[in-house]
């Protein structure tokens, strides 16, 4: 596509977004709430959000369908109360609504695997019907502008400019760092464009483009986006990725993970710690200089001046001092 | 024919010996069916020496009505008798004899354990003697050439009634409260810690569990005789492990060099050292690793206990030794595995992770779901997703590949579960990292698919290639056939034929070309 199509699109899409984002009240409600029984937090739907991207990741879905499942969600989440219970059906129905759209049938993962291997309590009807609630709540508008549209074509206007140029901006790249910010419910509010661009931005400042940040402006001109709400988002972008980006590896939770095994493995797991019945012998130093047979005296002046070689065959004492006890042996009991 | 070296067989047991050479059992699978087919044995004893000219044993008073100046003679006197044999194959023989001699070791027994001031000097060369008759004999070869320790009903001592008092009275002796080890080193000497040791190799368990106990005893309290014992232990491994692959009591000498690693000194001496990766870990590679791998286990994890340093030896002796097509071997050596990791120094851990987690990785991917299951479920552990969590950078894309693949491929649902848990946990710990080796993992993958294109389209193509000719071929000798035809009817030449059009390159001969059209194609060529 020429750059004056993209532009044009760029334009249309600008217009539309507000369609589809969620309402602000209501995320800023679920922000608000600390951690209780009978409402969502921010933790638990960010950790909800993980989770969507653990199964993304795993069935092979797109970014696009993570993308589009997380607004699905946050634009439910934001209209309608749920009960924290309820948000792992919620929000892996959203996941297979966006994968009916975005994926193609046969990639489709059954929804039977996709409870299973989610480890969700409820059945496969429950899920059907919940599709059903969110679809109808969203008025049926499952296909939304998303902060990876937007990405998509400006990096795609980004390209068509510096084809010339040696440096390239990795949509993969960008896409990762989206879908991490997108973890946080707070990158929900903020309109796809402006998020889309915050990123751009980042990325560009961190290979040192000069021309590409030529690019960012005539688009942030084109779009009208103004200055105080880029700067305010790419703030947040910046400290959101520079936690993503830590070499630190943060511990796991643990406990939200069933391990299940086979019987047969389970039976043989601890039957291994053998319990010692034998009460233990401690060594004395004084062990071999009490002997009055030869081999330990040997024994006991070979080890003194042990080099030991654990590497080398026969060469330590050992098994050379068995072969030379040869005259010693007594003879078996016939 | 590999056979095992045995004693000469008993007179009293029939031979209908066919004994399959060991090498044919190596599909693991025995067959029962000959097993069946032999003639079912009686009990066997081992006493091949009994006096054929039996001695009458006479009833003694007993010990407890004996006044105190003649119990020592008494006792004595009842040590003696206890010398005498007797014959436990023949159900019926010497009932009385069998029943004096009984009493008597049962008699002696209780003395000894309960009595002080019992066991005087003189006494011990005549406990020892009467001990080391009795117990002291060639164990009979085994009833079955193909005793499967596993599997197989092991053959009991005939002679146990006897013998298991005689055992009994040998373990009270070593535990009295009057037991001198100075005096007793006299009579208990090398001689006779060979023979004892000689005889782990019964088959019968209650007599190896009475042996332990006893061994452990005597390397407890006769100090003298430690560095022989540990020396003959050795002695006995090696040959087992390099060339025999027979010997019963494994289990229970592990289990007495257990307790003696537990209370080695620090700083750990080389023997010792030399003794874990010399006999120890190549000890891994026998057949019948499955009867004593517990306590074989337990050896290496107290050595680690011990001495950290060794670590690195251990595990890359087990990596070295690790079992190619033993599944069962393999589950053993994953949880052996797991023991070690439970207990390693975070030093030690990044010594031996690549190594291992490569092996980690192999494992993750065999078709045996037992196998993948226990080498997923090392991500169960606290301790050991710590040292995985510390050292992530290096693990995570060692596995990863490996990971990806086999939740696209493995049958069993499990498994898959199992890898989502994993991949889940690596995501957690360390996102952009987990990104970047998707991203990678994705790029390989769409090389791959371009190569599996490209070469896709290069067959095709020849494919088409060979079609067009044939097809050529088949229209020159058709063109050839017609232009005869016409030749003959006496038509008019056809403009220039076909035949000349087609390229120069050399082509390989098309078979199955009619011989009349043969000569048409070699001259388009």
Redesign the interface.
């Known amino acids: 596509m020429d750059a004056f199509k993209l532009m044009k699109e760029l334009r249309v899409n600008y217009e539309q977004e507000a369609h589809y984002l969620p309402k602000e009240t209501g995320l800023s409600l679920i922000e608000s709430t600390t951690e209780d029984d009978s409402r969502i937090s921010a933790k638990c739907r960010d950790a909800k959000v993980?989770?969507l991207?653990?199964l993304t990741?795993?069935f092979?879905y797109s970014t696009q369908t993570f993308v589009l499942a997380v607004n699905l969600l946050d634009r439910f989440l934001a209209m309608i109360r749920i009960q924290p219970k309820h948000l792992s059906c919620v929000s892996v129905s959203c996941l297979h609504m966006a994968a009916k759209v975005t994926e193609e049938e046969c990639n489709l993962a059954p929804t039977g695997d996709l409870i299973?291997?989610g480890?969700c309590r409820f059945t496969v009807s429950d899920l059907c019907r919940m599709e059903k609630i969110v679809a109808e709540k969203l008025n049926f508008k499952s296909k939304a502008i998303t902060a990876l549209t937007f990405l998509h074509l400006y990096h795609q206007i980004a390209l068509s400019h510096s084809t010339d140029r040696k440096e390239k901006l990795s949509l993969?790249?960008l896409e990762?760092q989206l879908?991490?910010c997108l973890c946080r419910i707070s990158f929900s509010k903020a309109k796809p464009s402006v998020l889309a661009l915050s990123l751009l931005r980042q990325e560009i400042e961190g290979v040192r483009s000069e021309d590409m940040l030529e690019i960012a402006y005539h688009i942030q001109r084109h779009l009208k986006i103004t200055d105080g709400e880029l700067l305010l988002w790419s703030e947040r972008v910046a400290r959101c990725l520079s936690d993503?980006?830590?070499?630190?590896?943060?511990?796991?939770?643990?406990k939200k993970?069933?391990?299940?095994?086979?019987r047969?493995?389970a039976q043989?797991?601890h039957?291994?710690?053998?319990v010692?019945?034998?009460?233990?012998?401690?060594?004395?130093?004084?062990?071999?200089s009490?002997?009055?047979?030869s081999?330990?005296d040997m024994?006991?002046s070979g080890?003194e001046s042990?080099s030991?070689s654990?590497g080398s065959d026969a060469e330590?004492p050992?098994f050379p001092l068995?072969l030379r006890r040869q005259k010693h042996r007594?003879p078996?009991?016939? | 024919m590999e056979t095992t070296k045995l004693p000469p067989t008993s007179p009293s047991s029939p031979t209908t010996s066919f004994s399959v050479p060991s090498a044919e059992k190596v599909d693991g699978f025995p067959r029962r069916s000959m097993r069946r087919a032999r003639q079912r044995r009686s009990h066997s004893s081992s006493q091949f020496r009994y006096q054929s000219s039996q001695v009458e044993l006479t009833p003694l008073p007993l010990l407890k009505d004996a006044p105190v100046a003649e119990l020592h003679d008494l006792f004595c006197k009842k040590l003696q008798q206890c010398c005498v044999l007797f014959d436990f194959l023949d159900c019926v023989a010497d009932l009385k004899g069998k029943e004096i001699k009984r009493a008597a070791l049962n008699e002696l027994v209780e003395s000894v354990a309960t009595s002080r001031g019992v066991l005087i000097e003189p006494l011990y060369p005549e406990a020892i003697k009467m001990i080391s008759v009795n117990i002291f004999r060639t164990l009979p070869p085994s009833e079955n050439p193909e005793f499967d320790p596993e599997e197989d009903e092991p053959t009991l001592e005939a002679s146990w009634p006897h013998l298991q008092l005689v055992y009994e009275f040998f373990l009270r002796f070593l535990e009295s409260p009057d037991f001198q080890p100075s005096m007793a080193k006299r009579y208990v000497d090398q001689k006779f810690v060979l023979q004892l040791l000689e005889l782990f190799d019964s088959e019968d368990p209650r007599e190896r569990e009475y042996l332990k106990t006893i061994l452990h005893r005597v390397y407890g309290k006769l100090l003298g005789l430690r560095a022989y014992i540990r020396k003959q232990i050795n002695n006995i491994f090696l040959r087992f492990i390099y060339e025999t692959e027979h010997f019963n009591g494994v289990a229970e000498l592990l289990e007495i060099l257990g307790s003696i690693i537990n209370g080695f000194a620090l700083p750990l001496k080389a023997e010792h050292k030399q003794f874990l990766v010399r006999v120890l870990i190549p000890l891994h590679t026998a057949k019948s690793l499955s009867i004593f791998h517990a306590q074989l286990a337990y050896c290496v994890v107290q050595f680690m206990e011990k001495d950290a340093t060794v670590t690195e030896y251990i595990i890359r002796g087990l990596l070295k030794y690790w079992p190619k097509t033993c599944t069962q071997k393999e589950v053993m050596f994953l949880g052996e595995i797991e023991e070690i990791l439970d207990v390693i120094e975070p030093s030690q851990f990044i010594r031996v992770q690549e190594p291992l987690f490569k092996q980690i990785a192999a494992c993750i991917s065999s078709p045996h779901f037992q196998v993948a299951e226990r080498a997923l479920y090392f991500w169960n552990n606290e301790y050991i997703l710590s040292l995985i969590e510390e050292n992530c950078q290096v693990i995570l894309p060692l596995v990863f590949a490996t990971l990806y693949r086999v939740s696209k491929e493995h049958w069993n649902q499990t498994i898959v579960s199992l890898i989502y848990n994993v991949l889940k946990t690596f995501m957690e710990m360390n996102s952009k990292l987990f990104d970047d080796l998707t991203a990678s993992y994705k790029v390989e993958k769409q090389k791959e698919m371009k190569r599996e294109r490209e070469r896709a389209d290069l067959w095709r193509g020849l494919e088409e290639h060979q079609d067009r000719r044939m097809q050529m071929v088949t229209e020159a000798a058709r063109n050839q056939r017609n232009l005869q035809e016409r030749g003959e009817r006496g038509d008019p030449p056809t403009p220039s034929s076909p035949q000349t059009a087609h390229s120069d390159q050399p082509e390989p001969k098309i078979s199955g070309a009619s011989s009349s059209s043969s000569g048409a194609g070699e001259s388009a060529t």
Request: hydrophobic share 30%; net charge negative.
């Open positions: 993980e989770d991207w653990s990741s795993f092979g299973r291997i480890q993969e790249k990762a879908k991490a993503y980006a830590s070499p630190e590896c943060s511990k796991p939770n643990h993970l069933q391990w299940i095994v086979s047969r493995t043989n797991l039957s291994y710690r053998v010692p019945e034998l009460p233990t012998i401690p060594e004395g130093c004084w062990d071999e009490e002997s009055e047979d081999c330990e024994m006991s080890e042990l030991s654990l330590g050992f068995h007594q078996l009991h016939a």
